[in-house]
């Protein structure tokens, strides 16, 4: 027996360039405009670059050699994308001299004659550049002298033209070759296998040093964009997969820890193999970390890593840096064998890259560990969610596309194939994406072919789930009630779906499971075992009343001691479910799931009171799965009492260091909650201990970050003298560095705008430290109220120079966001003199952003005004508490 009633609201909708609405939510900005894939007059059969790189000017110039095959019934002119590239001469193999206009993006050539479908010919383009991005050359700068000379290219999205003339779109492969000179004393590592080493004596073409010539041939068509190339000196360890060699390259001083980060690549090769059913396609797999990168990229047979990924050992204990090596690693399947040709499906490439680095997990380190991160995807999505909503597939963007590359794309999408293989079951699944990536290796897809291999390898129809959780976009949010029966001994779940419907967002048609947990008939506190379990079918009625609401019935034996909806976490949904504390307190304390343990801790949380407080306190020292504790840690933080805080302090004092490093780092975060003047007393408890812990020094970075940034949200006398102090420690990509400066941004004082600014300036810090500063500074806006306005104008300031002026992209990109919490209009004009000449997508991303956050927005000077009058009066009356109790302590001595 059930009903359901399901009405229509509308959100707010981007418009594109042409006035039309289009299916998104504050994420479109001014000027995108919808992108498809381009024609393809030609088929690229094979690129062979002969370049050469010059360190001291940082220069590449060559040929580049491009074999087409017609694909159009006549052929008259091919264009290739070339950006900022000097275009010397263009020629057919033979030498005939051809005709062309380059206007710094496109290199237009007119062919010699017609061409028709299915002919072949190979042009020729003699080019130099310097470029800006695309190729990077890396040198030692003045905030570190031990830098290593480097050069790496990165191509994605659209940054391949950038150093050689090519058709630069995902949905383009070709065979390549690589004959690169450089300077003797370095190594280089391509796509492929390397075919011969030449040594130059006295090379002309690079004032007379020696050189070597190196030959890389990758035999397996590939986009531009995944093309590589690394040149530098580097330790190499030697490991090997059935007969491949697998190697890892670092710079020399770092040899020893470059097992932490990609040791276990041998196993994740046999995992994704046997997984997919498609062994590892390529000739070798090379992974080499380079300075001065961001993030990871898979290129085929060669991935890239960042300088920031390298654990040291004392990382080691709590960042999970390896599960990149899967991720980039999943990649030479969903997105190198098999490629998304255009971005509007990029989530083919990061979605199963996503969820496949997820599967690893689960496989490496257990279905709790599985769990627990799939949870984290979710909750990064929906925060992304709460700033914009897309669907998944969506075409409009702005020039490159990289804004496409968010936690829709990667989360999202891989909570899609979450859903999916709950649905098919694990092997019709596996079963499904061994027949698509066989289906499609080495060619390119848009998702309409994986929905359709999926179809006709299951006999599933999958046109509503696609249309649901792809084509449109958000998620069900429900709300849900329980009650008990007891005439009847029957259980009543009420189901309603509470987001808003529009074109954007449905009313979600879906089957979600609900678990519930009887006692045994003779000790009603131990239940019986296995749950039993229901699926219910969540359908859409279209109602007046504009609500969505089913209700279900349940006979049972008994009543239960734990009800469960989607217990295993299957679906993508937020959840409030109400039940009586007593039912949380015995799903904290026996649940097998951690879902269910996390989810009561939660609830536990936001009720607080004694006997919730006392199951908590037991939980967190005796769950044993450390995100349950961190989870109970955060909970006793939210409520906030006296006793919340014993237990955090007895925690953070008897959780042995070496085991419970992630837990006692949640602890400290806790511990932050409790701030002056509100709570002075319980936030001088907590000054306390965290104080302790900095000065001593804990075994873990997390630790210490952690504390760290507590410390200064506690707000409390000598915290900030205490952090500066600190701040003379260097730590492992300045991890701890950046809790004291987040922590030095959440004191509210103003001499620390300082400190701050100094330190985002300052060209002889480390790119992590700068970084860490402007991190920290955003913080500051999101508080600006505890700030005075002068304060306010000094980080504003500092910000402006980091935009314009760092060269760091990733500080420039973080320092854009940075500025929009102040809601300072003058910060607008930086920002457009930046982004006019901004090559990096991210950072482009966020400075159009900002701009038209500031634009449309600002400050609320009044809200500020009265948020630092309230301030200010608690301060006040803290300053008179202090007082009067100082008076009453010497009339008492």
Same mark, same amino acid.
């Given at each position: 027996m059930?009903?359901?009633?399901?009405?229509?609201?509308?959100y707010? $909708?981007?418009l594109?360039v042409?006035?039309?609405?289009?299916?998104?939510?504050?994420?479109?900005?001014?000027?995108?405009?919808?992108?498809?894939?381009?024609?393809r007059?030609?088929?690229?059969?094979?690129?062979?670059?002969?370049?050469?790189?010059?360190? *001291?000017?940082?220069?590449?110039?060559?040929?580049?050699?491009?074999? +087409?095959?017609?694909?159009?019934?006549?052929?008259?002119?091919?264009?290739?994308?070339?950006?900022?590239?000097?275009?010397?001469?263009?020629?057919?193999?033979?030498?005939?001299?051809?005709?062309?206009?380059?206007?710094?993006?496109k290199?237009?050539?007119?062919?010699?004659?017609?061409?028709?479908?299915?002919?072949?010919f190979?042009?020729?383009?003699?080019?130099?550049?310097?470029?800006?991005t695309?190729?990077?050359f890396?040198?030692?700068?003045?905030?570190?002298?031990?830098?290593?000379?480097?050069?790496?290219?990165?191509?994605?999205?659209?940054? =391949?033209?950038? /150093?050689?003339?090519?058709?630069?779109?995902?949905?383009?492969?070709?065979t390549?070759?690589?004959?690169?000179?450089?300077?003797?004393?370095?190594?280089?590592?391509?796509?492929?296998?390397?075919?011969?080493?030449?040594?130059?004596?006295?090379?002309?073409?690079?004032?007379?040093?020696?050189?070597?010539?190196? $030959?890389?041939r $990758?035999?397996?068509?590939?986009? =531009?964009?995944?093309?590589?190339?690394?040149?530098?000196?580097?330790?190499?360890?030697?490991?090997?997969?059935?007969?491949?060699?697998?190697?890892?390259?670092?710079?020399?001083?770092?040899?020893?820890?470059?097992?932490?980060?990609?040791?276990?690549?041998?196993?994740?090769?046999?995992?994704?193999?046997?997984?997919?059913?498609? *062994?590892?396609?390529?000739?070798?797999?090379?992974?080499?970390?380079?300075?001065?990168?961001?993030?990871?990229?898979?290129?085929?047979?060669?991935?890239?890593?960042?300088?920031?990924?390298?654990?040291?050992?004392?990382?080691?204990?709590? +960042?999970?840096?390896?599960?990149?090596? !899967?991720?980039?690693?999943?990649?030479?399947?969903?997105?190198?064998?098999?490629?998304?040709?255009?971005?509007?499906?990029?989530?083919?490439?990061?979605?199963?890259?996503?969820?496949? *680095?997820?599967? /690893?997990?689960?496989?490496d380190?257990?279905?709790?560990?599985?769990?627990q991160?799939?949870l984290?995807?979710?909750?990064?999505?929906?925060?992304?969610?709460?700033?914009?909503?897309?669907?998944?597939?969506?075409?409009?963007? $702005?020039?490159?596309?990289?804004?496409?590359?968010?936690?829709?794309?990667?989360?999202k999408?891989?909570?899609?194939?979450?859903?999916l293989?709950?649905?098919?079951?694990?092997?019709?699944?596996?079963?499904?994406?061994?027949a698509?990536?066989?289906?499609?290796?080495?060619?390119?897809?848009?998702? !309409?072919?994986?929905?359709?291999?999926?179809?006709?390898?299951?006999?599933?129809?999958l046109?509503?789930?696609?249309?649901?959780?792809?084509?449109?976009?958000?998620?069900?949010?429900?709300?849900?009630?329980?009650?008990?029966?007891?005439?009847h001994?029957?259980?009543?779940?009420k189901?309603?779906?509470?987001?808003?419907?529009?074109?954007?967002?449905?009313?979600?048609?879906?089957?979600?499971?609900? &678990?519930?947990?009887?006692?045994?008939?003779?000790?009603?506190?131990?239940?019986?075992?296995?749950?039993?379990?229901?699926?219910?079918?969540?359908?859409?009625?279209?109602?007046?009343?504009?609500?969505?609401?089913?209700?279900?019935?349940?006979?049972?034996?008994?009543?239960?001691?734990?009800?469960? +909806?989607?217990?295993?976490?299957?679906?993508?949904?937020?959840?409030?479910?109400?039940?009586?504390?007593?039912?949380?307190?015995?799903?904290?304390?026996?649940?097998?799931?951690?879902?269910?343990?996390?989810?009561?801790?939660?609830?536990?949380?936001?009720?607080?009171?004694?006997?919730?407080?006392?199951?908590?306190?037991?939980?967190?020292?005796?769950?044993?799965?450390? #995100?349950?504790?961190?989870?109970?840690?955060?909970?006793?933080?939210?409520?906030?009492?006296?006793?919340?805080?014993? &237990?955090?302090?007895?925690?953070?004092?008897?959780?042995?260091?070496?085991?419970?490093?992630?837990v006692? =780092?949640?602890?400290?975060?806790?511990?932050?909650?409790?701030?002056a003047?509100?709570?002075?007393?319980?936030?001088?408890?907590?000054?306390?201990?965290?104080?302790?812990?900095?000065?001593?020094g804990?075994?873990?970075?997390?630790?210490?970050?952690?504390?760290?940034?507590?410390?200064?949200?506690?707000r409390?006398?000598?915290?900030?003298?205490?952090?500066?102090k600190?701040?003379?420690?260097?730590? /492992?990509?300045a991890?701890?560095?950046?809790?004291?400066?987040?922590g030095l941004?959440?004191?509210?004082?103003?001499?620390?705008?300082?400190?701050?600014?100094? /330190?985002?300036?300052?060209?002889?810090?480390?790119?992590?430290?700068?970084? !860490?500063?402007?991190?920290?500074?955003e913080?500051?806006?999101?508080?600006?109220?505890?700030?005075?306005?002068?304060?306010?104008?000094? #980080?504003?300031? &500092?910000l402006?120079?980091?935009?314009?002026?760092?060269?760091?992209?990733?500080?420039?990109?973080?320092?854009?966001?940075?500025?929009?919490? +102040?809601?300072?209009?003058?910060?607008?004009?930086?920002?457009?003199?930046?982004?006019?000449?901004?090559?990096?997508?991210?950072?482009?991303?966020?400075?159009?952003? =900002?701009?038209?956050?500031?634009?449309?927005?600002?400050?609320?000077?009044?809200?500020?005004?009265?948020?630092?009058?309230?301030?200010?009066?608690?301060?006040?009356e803290?300053?008179?508490?202090?007082?009067?109790?100082?008076?009453?302590?010497?009339?008492?001595?």
């Open positions: 059930e009903s359901c009633t399901c009405g229509y609201d509308f707010e $909708h981007d594109n042409s006035g039309s609405y289009v299916k998104a939510r504050s994420f479109s900005l001014p000027e995108d405009r919808p992108h498809y894939a381009p024609d007059p030609a088929d690229d059969r094979h690129i062979r670059l002969e370049i050469v790189l010059d360190f *001291e000017n940082e220069t590449v110039s060559g040929t580049a050699f491009h074999t +087409f095959s017609t694909l159009y019934e006549e052929l008259k002119t091919i264009t290739l994308d070339a950006v900022e590239l000097h275009i010397e001469q263009v020629s057919l193999m033979d030498g005939t001299r051809l005709q062309y206009n380059a206007d710094g993006k290199l237009t050539i007119t062919l010699d004659r017609t061409y028709h479908h299915g002919e072949e190979t042009i020729a383009v003699r080019y130099s550049g310097k470029p800006r695309g190729l990077h890396i040198k030692p700068g003045p905030e570190d002298a031990s830098r290593p000379v480097q050069a790496w290219s990165m191509g994605q999205p659209r940054y =391949a033209s950038y /150093w050689f003339p090519c058709l630069d779109a995902p949905g383009e492969r070709a390549s070759e690589i004959i690169v000179t450089v300077p003797a004393r370095f190594q280089t590592i391509s796509n492929g296998v390397l075919l011969d080493v030449t040594q130059n004596d006295a090379d002309s073409r690079l004032g007379g040093i020696p050189t070597k010539t190196y $030959h890389w $990758h035999n397996i068509p590939t986009a =531009a964009y995944l093309i590589s190339l690394i040149v530098g000196e580097f330790a190499v360890i030697e490991d090997s997969f059935r007969g491949k060699p697998v190697q890892y390259y670092v710079r020399p001083d770092r040899k020893d820890d470059a097992l932490l980060l990609m040791g276990k690549t041998p196993q994740m090769l046999e995992f994704f193999s046997e997984y997919t059913g498609v *062994e590892y396609p390529y000739d070798k797999y090379a992974q080499t970390v380079v300075e001065l990168y961001t993030g990871a990229m898979e290129h085929t047979s060669a991935t890239t890593h960042s300088f920031m990924l390298l654990l040291d050992q004392r990382a080691a204990l709590d +960042f999970n840096t390896v599960a990149v090596v !899967a991720h980039e690693l999943a990649h030479q399947w969903f997105g190198d064998l098999v490629t998304c040709r255009d971005w509007a499906s990029g989530w083919l490439n990061e979605g199963f890259a996503t969820y496949f *680095e997820e599967l /690893w997990t689960e496989h380190l257990g279905n709790d560990y599985f769990k991160s799939m984290n995807l979710k909750q990064r999505y929906l925060g992304e969610d709460r700033n914009y909503r897309r669907p998944i597939v969506y075409y409009v963007y $702005h020039d490159q596309g990289f804004e496409l590359f968010d936690r829709h794309m990667y989360d999408g891989a909570w899609v194939l979450h859903m293989r709950h649905r098919l079951g694990d092997a019709a699944f596996r079963r499904a994406i061994h698509y990536l066989e289906r499609y290796r080495e060619r390119e897809v848009v998702t !309409a072919d994986l929905e359709r291999t999926i179809e006709e390898v299951t006999g599933h129809s046109e509503r789930f696609f249309e649901q959780w792809v084509y449109s976009g958000g998620y069900p949010e429900f709300e849900v009630s329980y009650a008990w029966d007891n005439e001994s029957m259980a009543k779940i189901i309603r779906q509470v987001q808003k419907v529009d074109d954007l967002t449905p009313c979600f048609v879906t089957p979600v499971d609900l &678990a519930f947990t009887l006692p045994s008939s003779g000790n009603p506190t131990n239940n019986t075992g296995a749950p039993q379990t229901h699926t219910v079918q969540m359908r859409v009625v279209v109602g007046e009343d504009g609500q969505s609401e089913q209700t279900f019935y349940f006979p049972l034996e008994r009543e239960p001691v734990m009800v469960r +909806f989607d217990p295993d976490g299957w679906l993508l949904k937020t959840l409030k479910f109400d039940r009586p504390d007593s039912m949380m307190r015995y799903q904290l304390a026996h649940d097998p799931d951690i879902l269910g343990r996390i989810e009561a801790a939660e609830a536990l949380g936001k009720k607080g009171g004694d006997e919730n407080i006392a199951a908590l306190a037991t939980a967190l020292f005796h769950d044993p799965f450390w #995100a349950v504790s961190r989870d109970v840690a955060k909970a006793l933080g939210a409520i906030g009492t006296a006793k919340a805080q014993d &237990a955090l302090l007895q925690g953070l004092q008897q959780l042995d260091p070496a085991q419970f490093s992630r006692r =780092a949640a602890i400290a975060t806790a511990l932050g909650e409790f701030q003047p509100e709570q002075a007393e319980l936030a001088q408890r907590s000054a306390q201990a965290l104080s302790t812990l900095l000065q001593k804990d075994t873990s970075y997390l630790v210490e970050t952690a504390a760290a940034e507590a410390l200064g949200k506690t409390t006398p000598g915290s900030v003298e205490l952090l500066e600190l701040l003379s420690r260097p730590t /492992w990509n991890t701890v560095e950046k809790g004291i400066l987040t941004a959440l004191s509210g004082e103003d001499r620390i705008v300082e400190i701050l600014s100094s /330190w985002l300036a300052d060209t002889h810090r480390r790119p992590t430290e700068r970084l !860490a500063a402007a991190s920290a500074i913080v500051m806006g999101k508080h600006r109220y505890l700030y005075s306005e002068t304060a306010c104008q000094r #980080a504003i300031t &500092a402006c120079m980091a935009v314009e002026h760092d060269n760091w992209p990733r500080v420039r990109a973080v320092a854009a966001l940075a500025l929009m919490p +102040f809601g300072d209009k003058r910060a607008i004009a930086p920002l457009e003199r930046a982004v006019s000449h901004e090559l990096e997508s991210r950072g482009e991303r966020n400075m159009r952003t =900002a701009i038209m956050a500031l634009r449309s927005g600002g400050s609320s000077d009044e809200q500020l005004k009265e948020l630092r009058q309230n301030l200010d009066r608690l301060r006040e803290n300053r008179k508490l202090q007082e009067q109790l100082s008076a009453l302590e010497a009339r008492i001595s």
